[in-house]
């Protein structure tokens, strides 16, 4: 309606000022600034010269960290996000360069752990002609099909219209849900490609999606329920907590209704190894009272876990776990992980740190109104003796302990895999793909976070020799002698 007086609105939309062109890979490392990316590992070559130049007229806002191999370009990324939980990204050129990624990528896949991989390709006016490294046997520059097992989806834009909408893509798709790596793949003439379009606004496109769902009322009140009945409770936790941000919120339900706590080894560090709930690791070489008190569950609530062949002792009945008859309660933002390879008497497909915060909300309403929880004396005192048990247990090993521990005590983390299962503080290492030798790969890389000292085994020199010019590059103080591993009894 028109106020007499006042002219009429103008309705009409605006165009948006037309941007300065720019090219591809200007728009590339234009929304990893925008998305706060403060580091970009790789190595030169032929395929990505163009991003470097780009990397290089923006040097000031984003880093570049040049390796000696593209896996250790990979294992940073990956270390980097475990240590300071923001994800970074890769840059590798076409042909055998790309080619080395595939461990780092599934070693973060399989883990979880996102970043953000661009692979130059050959340009796209010598697609299948069988050009200097071009993938094209059976599909024309096919370097996708390599890594397609072991990443969240491949981007391959092939004309400069697709480049700013791949890469605003594949940065959701890295993020949302159960996070992984992804793979940008350009070829080297979208790099160069002159374009208008503005580069993608992270706060229109991604930042606004929150994928923290939590479960039904039904499920969260269901899950109650069995907790509070429960006489022998147990809760299980894995990466899911950690990653999550959930461990303020799982120490607040375990103390609440006074359940023990045992860790998976991707778990382990979500709960302080000394609090009097904390069981340790459940696992074939895990502590005796996690693996017996998990065996004698009447209740598991695994938040967050895989039960993969480690965690449950190859799924042999009676050794980790009892399912069933215990009654399994499985939380995870991954609905295929639920029922994977156990019965659930519940699973609920929700974040681990919303599905906690709805469950204490409906407890916090329960113990208002004057419900309790079962008794939980005899199950701790049942778990206290498990625990003298194994404290008392006489080998080399335990008379070297303290003396481990004290000379433990200055390093942060534990890098390499399963030998560092048995200390206590955190550690960056891959689980699932049981990678060799992360240590110096990533080691690097944590420098950029924090001044701390790292322990490693022997196969790290041996394996990925090339990572001692990283450590000598940013000077990281790196102990390479190796730590006996803790004697493991169940």
């Known amino acids: 309606m028109d106020i007499p007086g006042k002219p009429a609105p103008d309705n009409t939309q ?3 000022e037309p941007a300065a062109t720019k090219d591809g890979a200007g728009v590339i490392v234009d929304y990893l600034i925008r998305e706060k990316v403060p580091y970009v590992f790789g190595l030169c070559g032929h395929g990505n010269i163009g991003c470097l130049d780009a990397l290089h007229a923006r040097s000031d806002e984003i880093k570049t960290i040049s390796v000696r191999h593209e896996s250790m370009a990979g294992f940073m990324a990956d270390v980097y996000y475990r240590v300071s939980g923001q994800p970074t990204a890769t840059l590798t050129s076409c042909g055998p360069g790309s080619a080395n990624m595939p461990i780092a990528l599934a070693n973060a896949f399989f883990d979880s752990v996102p970043f953000y991989a661009i692979t130059g390709n050959v340009p796209t006016s010598q697609f299948n002609r069988g050009a200097f490294q071009e993938t094209y046997r059976h ?6 099909s390599t890594v397609r097992a072991y990443c969240k989806r491949v981007f391959q834009p092939t004309t400069a219209a697709q480049l700013p909408i791949a890469v605003r893509q594949a940065w959701k798709t890295m993020v949302t849900g159960r996070p992984g790596p992804v793979v940008l793949d350009v070829p080297f003439d979208i790099f160069n490609e002159p374009m208008t379009e503005d580069t993608p606004r992270p706060e229109e496109w991604n930042s606004n999606i929150s994928c923290r769902c939590g ?4 499920g969260v009140a269901k ?7 429960a006489q022998r409770p147990v809760i299980l936790v894995g990466q899911g907590v950690r990653y999550g941000g959930a461990a303020k919120d799982l120490l607040a339900l375990a103390e609440r209704l006074r359940i023990p706590v045992a860790c998976s080894a991707s778990g382990l560090g979500a709960i302080d190894s000394s609090h009097p709930l904390a069981l340790g690791l459940v696992a074939r070489n895990g502590t005796y009272q996690a693996n017996h008190a998990a065996r004698q569950a009447d ?11 480690r965690t449950s002792s190859s799924w042999i009945p009676g050794y980790s776990f009892t399912i069933p008859p215990t009654r399994l309660i499985h939380v995870d933002i991954d609905p295929d992980e639920i029922g994977r390879n156990y019965p659930v008497a519940l699973g609920l497909m929700a974040d681990v740190r919303t599905f906690l915060r709805q469950l204490l909300a409906e407890l916090g309403r329960r113990m208002a109104k004057g419900e309790v929880p079962a008794e939980r004396a005899p199950w701790l005192d049942a778990i206290a003796g498990y625990r003298s048990e194994w404290e008392k247990f006489i080998a080399p090993g335990f008379l070297a302990q303290p003396v481990l521990q004290a000379a433990a005590s200055g390093f942060t983390d534990r890098l390499d895999g399963f030998w560092s299962d048995g200390f206590r503080r955190r550690r960056c290492t891959g689980r699932e793909t049981g990678g060799p030798a992360p240590a ?26 090339r990572g001692l010019r990283g450590v000598e590059q940013l000077r990281l103080r790196f102990d390479p002698r190796p730590a006996a591993r803790l004697p493991r009894r169940s």
């Open 215 to 218: 479960a039904d009322p039904e």
């Open 440 to 465: 110096l790969r990533g080691g690097g890389r944590r420098r950029c976070v924090l001044d701390a000292r790292q322990r490693a085994g022997h196969g790290l020199r041996i394996q990925h020799p």
């Open 299 to 309: 209740v598991l609530l695994a938040l967050g876990v895989r039960f993969d062949d």
């Open 223 to 229: 899950a109650a329920d069995m907790l509070l009945s």
């Open 14 to 16: 605006k165009p948006r």
């Open 139 to 144: 599909h024309q520059a096919d370097f996708p």
